[in-house]
């Protein structure tokens, strides 16, 4: 039997060995390290290099995906292992769909309690998360009537663009819902959670972009604040910092990603344009503030500008289009015939948006805009459009 290896660190023989010449074998920092090796004449010791070294249970190590772990979490893999038949056979069920057998299993689960209708397979997904994923919408309807644990299923729904799933959950949520705690896919330990706390419905369904689900949630009272400014120095900003700064960049980063969804701006504001420009100037700023997330700032802003331009290019008449570049949120409306000031036009020169898709539109903005932008003090230059028209435009307007 042998005994551990002793390590000795000497800072003082240094000297000597420097004065006999030889080269030390120490580490850099003026220490030497020497190492005595076991004998084997000493007697034994009861210590066993083979033994699992002591850990405590109460900290936490990190697994090869990354997640926090405990030696008392049951994880989906270990969760599987031990289901009972029943409840393999219930999975089973409301994966292939057959609504009649999974009836008769939870309502005999109501009365005798044999299965767990909680139960998760493998990939940690619940009897609920399954009807989801098969977007059966009646299995949704029968698990939520036998009082399946919703817990984060509204996301999972709105993430595969399940709307008539959304609906039923919501209207369960608003039944279960009771003023002051958190509601069922807030409740969830971050550790488990699919989604991190930051993502609400309305943020993952802008995300997606779908029109109705958006609408829906808006219907019902959703909202989505403006985030915090970059140099926010609240409690709140400053607590979400010091705990983990990139999980608040990104925080901001979800938050403006939903801000800039086409379907959101259409459906939230009165002015989609003026939102859409002031947007795309706040993430050209972000861009500057916040390198590491630059590329994913611009291509934001990219967005939001594609989204303007795209309503420009839906004007279906010259007298639309003089009442857009001529929009004043704070004057009286445009009348045809008036002086125009092409308020519209001045703010979206400001602000930098360059894009004008339709060569159509650009033609008409120069057939009655013509001279007056000179007075605008403006540098301009000439685009040659469509079988030699020309149109005067500021320098940083840009024909795509």
Known sequence: MSTWCTIKESAGEDEEEERRGSVPRGLPGGTDTYIDMPRSDLPSTNTNLLEKPMVDKKVKRHSIHGMMEEENVIRP????????LDEKKFLLAVERGDVASTRRMLQRAQETDYININCVDPLGRSALLMAIDNENLEMVELLIEHKVETKDALLHAISEEFVEAVE???????????????HSWEALPPDTATFTPDITPLILSAHRDNYEIIKILLDRGATLPMPHDVRCGCDECVTSRMEDSLRHSRSRINAY???????LIALSSKDPILTAFELSWELRRLSFMEHEFK?????????CQDFATALLDHTR??????VLLNHDPTGPAFEHGERMHLNRLKLAIKLRQKKVKDKE?????????????TSYKMHNFVIRVNRGYYAKL?????LV
């Open 168 to 182: 039923v959950l919501l209207d369960h949520e608003e039944t279960i819902h009771k003023p002051e705690e958190p």
């Open 317 to 322: 008449s010259s007298y639309e289009l003089e």
């Open 361 to 373: 539109v650009l033609i008409e903005i120069s057939s009655f805009v013509g001279d007056d932008v």
């Open 257 to 263: 990603r939903a801000l800039a969804s086409p379907s």
């Open 77 to 84: 893999h270990q969760e599987m292992a031990q289901l009972s």
């Open 394 to 398: 500021h320098k940083n307007y840009l």
């Open 295 to 303: 590329t994913e700032y611009q291509e934001l802003r990219k967005q």
